[in-house]
C-alpha cells in the first residue's frame, strides 16, 4: 500500500488554492490503491499528522470537495491567530509535498430524508457545509437554505462558487451572508427566522463557538428535535486543566502505564475512571485528539503491553485497527498494571 505508516498515509499535494487572504485549500492526490480508503460520504473530514518547530500535531481537516460531484480530495484551512497548524499549512505546504493523512471519517453527513435542510455556517464552518449543498442538489430534490456568516466580505470562502450553485438553482439553494461589519453578528432573533421558515427542516452547524451557541439556542427556541439537528465542532473540547499533576517516576508505581509519544516516554498514572487521554492531558502532556467522542481517530494509539478496556469506537478505528491494538485513548481505560500505549509517529 502507498507508505501506510500506521494509521497514516502518505498523500502527496498535488494543488494548492488561495481562497481567501487567510484561507488556502489544498488538493491532494490519491493513488490508485488508496481510492476505496479514502473513498468519503459529504461532511467528513481527514486528520493530518504534521510535524511543526520538533513537535508532531494532529488536526482535522473537513473535505470541501464533493465525492457525488467531483473527484478530488480537496481541504480548506483557514489561518487560526498564532495557531500552529493553519499558519504552518497556509505558510509551507506547496504542490509536491507529502502529507501523512489518516482515511476519511466523522458522522457530519446527510441523511436519508426529503425534509429541507438549513444550513448555518461560520467562517471556515463553511467547508464540510459546502460539500453537503453539492452533495443535497446532486442527489436529492431537496431545498436548501445557508445562512453563512463573516467577518467581512474578503472573508468568505467559496463566494464565487457560493453564487453559481445558487444561481444553478434558483427554486432549490437559497444562501444568506451575514457580515459582521455590516450586519452585526448573528443574534438568536435573526436565526429564530431562519429556523421557522422551515420547521420541518434538518438542521446543520458548523462554525466559531459563539456562533453555534446562537444557531443552537435559536433551534431550542423554536422546539426542534434534537434528531434534526446535526453539529461539527471545530474546536477540541477543554478536557481537564492541562499540568496539574507530575508524571509518576520510575519504580514509584508499578500501575503507572508507560505512554510513548513524540519520541518520548511517560508514566502516568491513570485513575480507573479516567481515559488514558484525559490522564496524560491532566499531567500537561500534549497527547493528541479533536472530537473526544470516539469517532474521529485522531487520538488512536497502540497498546503495546498490558490490559485496557475501550468503551466506545464510534467509528474512529475499523475492525482491522482494533485487532491491530489500536485503541482510541480518549474512550480507553487501564485495566492492569504494566500497559504500554505507543502514538502513531506520522513520519
Ligand atoms: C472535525 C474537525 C474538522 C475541522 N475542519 C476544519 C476545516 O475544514 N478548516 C479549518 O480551517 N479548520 C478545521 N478544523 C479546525 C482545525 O482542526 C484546527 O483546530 C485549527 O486549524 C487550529 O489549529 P492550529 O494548530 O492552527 O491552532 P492551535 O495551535 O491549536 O491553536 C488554537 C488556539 O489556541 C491558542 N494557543 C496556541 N498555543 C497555545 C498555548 N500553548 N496555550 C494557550 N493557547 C494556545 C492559539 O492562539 C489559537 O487561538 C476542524 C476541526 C475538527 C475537530
Not at 191 to 198: D, H, L, P, Q
Not at 220 to 248: C, K, N, Q, Y
Amino acid at each position: 500500500m502507498s507508505g501506510a505508516q500506521g494509521p497514516y498515509f502518505d498523500l502527496r499535494v498535488e494543488r494548492v488554492v488561495d481562497e481567501t487572504h487567510d484561507s488556502r485549500s489544498f488538493v491532494l492526490a490519491i493513488p490508485d490503491d488508496l481510492k476505496a480508503t479514502f473513498a468519503y460520504r459529504a461532511g467528513q473530514f481527514l486528520t493530518f499528522g504534521v510535524h511543526v518547530e520538533g513537535h508532531q500535531w494532529v488536526r482535522c481537516y473537513s473535505l470541501a470537495s464533493c465525492p457525488d460531484t467531483e473527484s478530488e480530495h480537496k481541504v480548506t484551512v483557514k489561518r487560526v491567530e498564532d495557531g500552529r497548524v493553519s499558519n504552518w499549512f497556509n505558510d509551507r505546504v506547496s504542490p509536491g509535498l507529502t502529507l501523512h493523512v489518516m482515511k476519511p471519517a466523522g458522522h457530519f453527513c446527510l441523511q436519508d430524508r426529503e425534509a429541507p435542510l438549513v444550513f448555518f455556517s461560520g467562517g471556515s464552518g463553511i467547508t464540510p457545509v459546502i460539500s453537503l449543498i453539492k452533495s443535497a442538489l446532486a442527489t436529492t430534490r431537496r431545498t436548501l437554505h445557508l445562512v453563512y456568516a463573516n467577518r467581512d466580505a474578503d472573508s468568505i470562502i467559496f463566494g464565487a462558487e457560493l453564487t453559481a450553485l445558487a444561481e444553478g438553482h434558483p427554486d432549490r439553494l437559497a444562501v444568506t451572508h451575514r457580515l459582521d461589519d455590516v450586519d452585526g453578528f448573528l443574534d438568536e432573533p435573526a436565526a429564530r427566522e431562519a429556523v421557522a421558515a422551515s420547521p420541518e427542516a434538518d438542521f446543520y452547524i458548523c462554525g466559531p463557538e459563539a456562533f453555534m451557541d446562537v444557531a443552537e439556542a435559536a433551534l431550542a427556541a423554536e422546539s426542534v428535535a434534537d434528531e434534526r439537528v446535526f453539529i461539527e465542532r471545530f474546536a477540541t473540547p477543554d478536557l481537564d486543566v492541562p499540568g496539574s499533576g507530575t508524571e509518576t517516576a520510575p519504580g514509584e508505581s508499578e500501575d503507572a502505564a508507560e505512554v510513548y509519544l513524540d519520541g518520548e516516554v511517560h508514566r502516568v498514572s491513570v485513575q480507573e475512571d479516567e481515559t488514558i487521554l484525559a490522564a496524560c492531558h491532566r499531567l500537561g502532556i500534549d497527547a493528541p485528539c479533536a472530537c473526544t467522542e470516539g469517532y474521529c481517530g485522531a487520538c488512536m494509539a497502540r497498546v503495546k503491553a498490558g490490559q485496557v478496556e475501550m468503551l466506545l469506537n464510534d467509528g474512529g478505528l475499523d475492525d482491522d485497527q482494533v485487532e491491530e491494538g489500536w485503541v482510541l485513548t480518549c474512550q480507553t481505560r487501564v485495566r492492569s498494571p504494566g500497559v504500554k500505549v505507543e502514538y502513531p509517529d506520522a513520519d
